[in-house]
C-alpha cells in the first residue's frame, strides 16, 4: 500500500465524483458518469437504511437547539444553557458516527478494486476533518 500524504489524499479525492450508483467518477470525465445528474453534485444512497433514524436525531437536535435558544433569550443559568450544548454536541457526534459506519460499509468496502485507494483516501481525510470536529 502506497502511503499518502494529508495534501496527495485531499488532492486525489478532490479530482472524483461518487455518482449515485457508487461509481467514482472524475470531475474531469462526464462522459464516464452513468446517470443524468451534474458532475459537481454528489449523491450517495449508502445511509438509506439508517436514513429515518439519521432524519429523526437530526430533528431532535434540532429541536434542542431551538431549546438553547429559548433559555438564552430567557436568561437561564449559564450550567444548564452548557449542560444543552453538550447533550446536542453528543447527539450530532452520533449522527456522524451513523453516516462514517454508513460510509465505510457502501461507499469504501464495496468500492471496486480500482478505485479503492481513492476512497480510503477520500475516508482518511474524512475521519481526520470529523475527528477535529467531534471533539
Excluded: W
Excluded at 437530526?58 to 444543552?84: F, H, N, P, S, W
Amino acid at each position: 500500500m502506497t502511503t499518502r500524504t494529508p495534501a496527495q489524499m485531499q488532492d486525489a479525492a478532490a479530482h472524483l465524483t461518487i455518482m449515485p450508483d457508487g461509481q467514482n467518477v472524475p470531475m474531469s470525465d462526464p462522459s464516464a458518469a452513468s446517470c443524468a445528474c451534474k458532475m459537481d453534485e454528489r449523491t450517495s444512497d449508502s445511509y438509506a437504511a439508517d436514513k429515518a433514524k439519521l432524519l429523526a436525531r437530526l430533528r431532535r437536535a434540532e429541536g434542542q437547539v431551538r431549546g438553547v435558544a429559548r433559555m438564552i433569550e430567557e436568561d437561564k443559568y449559564c450550567i444548564d444553557v452548557l449542560t444543552q450544548i453538550s447533550a446536542i454536541t453528543a447527539s450530532l457526534r452520533s449522527v456522524g458516527l451513523l453516516v462514517l459506519q454508513d460510509h465505510i460499509r457502501g461507499c469504501v468496502i464495496d468500492a471496486p478494486d480500482d478505485e479503492r485507494e481513492a476512497r480510503l483516501d477520500e475516508l482518511n481525510l474524512a475521519i481526520e476533518r470529523f475527528t477535529k470536529s467531534a471533539g
